[in-house]
Protein backbone atom coordinates (compact mmCIF):
# COMPACT_ATOMS: atom_id res chain seq x y z
CA UNK A 1 0.00 0.00 0.00
CA UNK A 2 1.39 3.37 -0.74
CA UNK A 3 0.37 5.86 2.05
CA UNK A 4 0.04 9.74 0.92
CA UNK A 5 1.02 12.55 3.39
CA UNK A 6 -0.76 15.98 3.36
CA UNK A 7 -0.03 18.57 5.43
CA UNK A 8 -1.71 22.13 4.28
CA UNK A 9 -1.14 25.03 4.09
CA UNK A 10 -2.36 28.34 2.36
CA UNK A 11 1.43 29.14 1.89
CA UNK A 12 3.40 25.92 1.79
CA UNK A 13 1.93 22.52 1.59
CA UNK A 14 3.51 19.32 2.40
CA UNK A 15 3.34 16.30 0.31
CA UNK A 16 4.55 12.97 1.01
CA UNK A 17 4.68 9.64 -0.36
CA UNK A 18 5.23 6.22 1.51
CA UNK A 19 5.14 2.87 1.04
CA UNK A 20 3.76 -0.36 3.47
CA UNK A 21 4.62 -3.54 2.49
CA UNK A 22 3.96 -5.94 5.73
CA UNK A 23 5.48 -3.89 8.89
CA UNK A 24 8.38 -2.26 6.23
CA UNK A 25 7.67 1.29 5.71
CA UNK A 26 9.92 2.98 2.90
CA UNK A 27 10.13 6.78 1.76
CA UNK A 28 9.48 7.54 -1.78
CA UNK A 29 8.59 11.32 -1.82
CA UNK A 30 8.77 14.38 0.12
CA UNK A 31 8.38 17.99 -1.35
CA UNK A 32 6.85 21.46 0.04
CA UNK A 33 4.34 22.93 -2.80
CA UNK A 34 4.98 27.10 -2.23
CA UNK A 35 1.93 28.76 -2.90
CA UNK A 36 3.23 32.34 -2.82
CA UNK A 37 0.56 34.02 -4.89
CA UNK A 38 -1.45 36.95 -3.12
CA UNK A 39 -4.71 36.05 -5.24
CA UNK A 40 -6.43 32.64 -2.74
CA UNK A 41 -8.10 31.10 -6.28
CA UNK A 42 -4.78 31.22 -8.54
CA UNK A 43 -3.09 29.63 -5.55
CA UNK A 44 -5.81 26.98 -5.25
CA UNK A 45 -5.29 26.47 -9.17
CA UNK A 46 -1.71 25.88 -8.42
CA UNK A 47 -2.09 23.62 -5.55
CA UNK A 48 -4.77 21.57 -8.16
CA UNK A 49 -2.30 21.61 -10.92
CA UNK A 50 0.61 20.44 -8.71
CA UNK A 51 -1.48 17.60 -7.15
CA UNK A 52 -2.50 16.74 -10.10
CA UNK A 53 0.75 16.39 -11.68
CA UNK A 54 2.16 14.67 -8.40
CA UNK A 55 -0.89 11.84 -9.00
CA UNK A 56 -0.01 11.50 -12.62
CA UNK A 57 3.63 11.34 -11.88
CA UNK A 58 3.17 8.73 -9.06
CA UNK A 59 0.77 6.52 -10.91
CA UNK A 60 -1.97 7.19 -8.38
CA UNK A 61 -5.12 5.91 -8.52
CA UNK A 62 -7.95 4.40 -6.11
CA UNK A 63 -5.97 1.29 -5.83
CA UNK A 64 -4.02 0.56 -2.77
CA UNK A 65 -3.21 4.04 -2.01
CA UNK A 66 -4.72 5.89 0.99
CA UNK A 67 -4.71 9.64 1.93
CA UNK A 68 -3.26 10.83 5.23
CA UNK A 69 -3.76 14.79 5.79
CA UNK A 70 -3.24 16.53 9.13
CA UNK A 71 -6.83 17.85 10.89
CA UNK A 72 -6.77 21.89 11.04
CA UNK A 73 -6.14 23.60 14.13
CA UNK A 74 -8.48 26.61 15.38
CA UNK A 75 -5.95 29.32 15.70
CA UNK A 76 -6.55 33.26 17.37
CA UNK A 77 -6.55 34.55 13.91
CA UNK A 78 -9.96 33.41 12.45
CA UNK A 79 -8.71 34.63 8.68
CA UNK A 80 -5.90 32.28 8.34
CA UNK A 81 -8.32 29.61 10.11
CA UNK A 82 -10.81 30.46 7.49
CA UNK A 83 -8.54 30.00 4.88
CA UNK A 84 -6.44 26.81 5.92
CA UNK A 85 -10.24 25.68 6.37
CA UNK A 86 -10.71 26.31 3.09
CA UNK A 87 -7.30 24.86 1.48
CA UNK A 88 -8.22 21.44 3.22
CA UNK A 89 -11.44 21.31 1.46
CA UNK A 90 -9.70 21.84 -1.89
CA UNK A 91 -7.55 19.40 -0.86
CA UNK A 92 -9.86 16.72 0.21
CA UNK A 93 -12.08 17.48 -2.75
CA UNK A 94 -9.40 16.64 -5.25
CA UNK A 95 -8.41 12.82 -4.06
CA UNK A 96 -12.25 12.39 -3.30
CA UNK A 97 -12.96 13.21 -7.00
CA UNK A 98 -10.66 10.22 -7.73
CA UNK A 99 -12.41 8.12 -5.26
CA UNK A 100 -8.67 7.77 -3.10
CA UNK A 101 -9.50 6.72 0.62
CA UNK A 102 -8.78 9.76 2.66
CA UNK A 103 -8.45 9.79 6.63
CA UNK A 104 -7.37 12.64 8.87
CA UNK A 105 -5.24 12.78 11.97
CA UNK A 106 -4.76 15.44 14.83
CA UNK A 107 -1.20 17.08 15.30
CA UNK A 108 -1.51 15.68 19.17
CA UNK A 109 -2.29 12.31 17.08
CA UNK A 110 0.56 12.35 14.87
CA UNK A 111 3.38 13.43 17.71
CA UNK A 112 2.11 10.53 19.87
CA UNK A 113 2.15 7.96 17.35
CA UNK A 114 6.00 8.73 16.15
CA UNK A 115 7.26 9.73 19.45
CA UNK A 116 4.37 8.57 22.32
CA UNK A 117 3.86 12.17 23.71
CA UNK A 118 0.99 14.16 22.06
CA UNK A 119 3.17 17.29 22.84
CA UNK A 120 6.54 16.70 21.16
CA UNK A 121 8.00 19.90 19.47
CA UNK A 122 8.71 19.70 15.50
CA UNK A 123 12.30 18.81 16.24
CA UNK A 124 11.72 15.95 17.69
CA UNK A 125 9.16 14.75 15.60
CA UNK A 126 11.66 15.64 12.27
CA UNK A 127 14.66 13.85 14.42
CA UNK A 128 12.14 10.70 14.38
CA UNK A 129 10.67 10.85 11.01
CA UNK A 130 14.45 10.98 9.65
CA UNK A 131 16.23 8.34 11.69
CA UNK A 132 12.63 5.86 11.33
CA UNK A 133 12.64 6.46 6.97
CA UNK A 134 16.73 6.97 7.09
CA UNK A 135 16.56 10.59 5.50
CA UNK A 136 18.87 13.41 7.15
CA UNK A 137 17.01 15.84 9.14
CA UNK A 138 19.12 19.08 7.02
CA UNK A 139 17.44 17.55 3.60
CA UNK A 140 13.90 18.16 5.12
CA UNK A 141 11.88 21.45 5.44
CA UNK A 142 9.40 21.59 8.33
CA UNK A 143 6.29 21.47 5.74
CA UNK A 144 8.01 18.44 4.28
CA UNK A 145 9.00 16.68 8.11
CA UNK A 146 5.34 16.87 8.87
CA UNK A 147 3.61 15.54 5.59
CA UNK A 148 5.96 12.44 5.87
CA UNK A 149 5.16 12.32 9.97
CA UNK A 150 1.33 12.34 9.00
CA UNK A 151 1.93 9.59 6.23
CA UNK A 152 4.03 7.42 9.29
CA UNK A 153 0.88 7.71 11.24
CA UNK A 154 -0.98 6.61 8.94
CA UNK A 155 1.05 3.21 8.08
CA UNK A 156 1.58 3.05 11.90
CA UNK A 157 -2.33 2.96 12.61
CA UNK A 158 -2.68 0.37 9.80
CA UNK A 159 -0.52 -1.90 11.88
CA UNK A 160 -2.11 -1.54 15.03
CA UNK A 161 -5.49 -2.51 13.61
CA UNK A 162 -3.79 -5.52 11.37
Same mark, same amino acid.
Given at each position: ?R??G???? *?R????A @????K?S &?? /? ?6 ? #?L %???D? !?? #????LWD? @?DH ?12 FV? !?E???TG??V?S?D /???K? #?????? *?F?S ?7 Y ?13 ? $?D %???VA??I *? /?LLN? &??D ?6 T??? $???Y ?5 ? /? #?? $?
Amino acid at each position: MRIIGLDPG *SRFYGVA @LLEKKGS &KI /TYLYSDVI #RL %KESDL !MI #RFQLLWDT @LDHFIKANSIDNNDVFVA !MEDGFTGKNVKSAD /TLAKV #RGFSMA *SFISRKIPMKTYSPREIKKALTGNGN $AD %KIQVAKII *S /TLLNI &KTDDLKDDETDAL $AIAYCHAMSL /T #RS $A
